[in-house]
């Protein structure tokens, strides 16, 4: 195969790229010709339909043992900012929005070396208590896995443990990158890619459904990029269980590496590879917490068919200096969905229309 249309037209004829096809998609096809394929896939799929959730985002802690250096959200215990809620705290965030049809809280945090096994199945059950309904979509694998370490409990107990307490599905965040060598620049202390990939074959096995991530627009290439989406694919080959793939863009500000971030070429073409490699990930998010309201609008026409939802409020991509609202209302995120085009579909954490 020697020229990117070919490569497109296998793409369109629903035949999957290789390494070396991807590559050369990257390298040789213009901006304008892969946005169209992987409009062309995404329409397919699902129409003129773009997705979005109503969701409330808990971060009930930002201190963490790690120290990342592309991560401006975390702080060293006793460091001034850091903050921990109780139980209480977070059954009070979740009860102050119960007027509200909430269908997703998503629940991340640092890796609190003071918070014990129990603080998260107490989370979790005081989560489920105030919102019986609600999708629980909460605790990375890098959270698994810190506990993991911590309590010499294995990934399927905690998973489980979990479960009974409310868990209904893994976000996708901790992936960053999985090229070992970038790992060890970015963030030596966290999990490998080799460990956050068996984390969510395990959750996929027990049921638990997963989101998948990677960071880009720092220090990687796209080699790596295009590495990264393949173990996605291998893994979901034999899985099935990632239901939606986030391309992060890098967060410049107030954080170590001193990286620029994607410009919105390099955000655009992100997207489209995304949607023309990943052909067995269903859903293609345009993340307009960490992207931006306009690109996220444009992402619809370059692959992805997911807006992501109501947030209130986004704390991570915040404290790195991303420039965006940290909250939208339903009302907001139908109008731009609405505005780029798209027919805008309220969705639950598994993408069932609410
Ligand atoms: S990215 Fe996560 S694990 Fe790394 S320092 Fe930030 S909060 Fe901690």
Redesign the pocket.
């Known amino acids: 195969m020697s020229n990117p249309h070919a490569v497109l037209n296998k793409v369109l004829n629903a035949r999957r790229v290789s390494r070396a096809q991807a590559l050369e998609l990257v390298e040789k096809a213009s901006i304008h010709d892969l946005g169209q394929a992987a409009y062309s896939i995404r329409t397919g799929l699902y129409n003129n339909q773009a997705f979005f959730v109503y969701n409330q985002h808990l971060n009930f802690t930002n201190v963490?043992a790690?120290?990342?250096r592309f991560?401006a959200?975390?702080k060293r215990p006793g460091q001034e900012g850091s903050y921990t809620l109780s139980t209480d705290q977070v059954k009070e965030a979740v009860a102050s929005r119960l007027d509200e049809p909430i269908d997703e809280i998503h629940i991340v945090g640092?890796?609190n070396p003071e918070l014990g096994y129990d603080y998260y199945l107490g989370l979790l059950r005081a989560v489920r208590k105030e919102r019986p309904n609600v999708r629980i979509k909460a605790f990375t694998a890098?959270e698994i896995a810190f506990l993991s370490d911590k309590y010499g409990l294995s990934h399927e107990q905690i998973l489980s443990d979990f479960a009974r307490s409310g868990l209904d599905a893994l976000p996708g965040g901790?992936a960053e990158v999985f090229s070992p060598k970038l790992r060890q620049r970015l963030?030596p202390e966290?999990v490998s890619g080799k460990t956050w990939l068996e984390i969510h074959e395990t959750a996929h096995r027990l049921d638990i459904p997963t989101n998948c991530t990677l960071l880009f627009g720092h220090i990687e290439t796209w080699e790596d990029r295009v590495d990264h989406l393949l173990a996605l694919r291998d893994l979901q080959d034999r899985t099935g269980g990632f239901l939606c793939f986030i391309p992060l863009p890098y967060q410049p500000g107030n954080n170590e590496l001193g990286a620029r971030g994607p410009d919105g070429i390099d955000l655009m073409k992100m997207i489209a590879m995304s949607r023309i490699v990943l052909d067995n990930i269903p859903h293609i998010k345009a993340y307009w917490a960490f992207s931006g309201i306009k690109a996220a609008q444009t992402g619809l026409w370059f692959g992805a068919d997911d807006f992501d939802g109501t947030i209130v409020e986004e704390k991570i991509g915040h404290a790195a200096g991303a420039d965006t609202p940290k909250g939208l209302t339903i009302e907001q995120l139908r109008d731009y969905i609405r505005s780029a085009g798209f027919d805008p579909v309220q969705r639950d954490s598994f993408f069932a229309a609410v």
Do not use: D, P
């Open positions: 963490c790690n120290a990342c991560c959200f975390s640092g890796l890098v901790g963030c966290k």
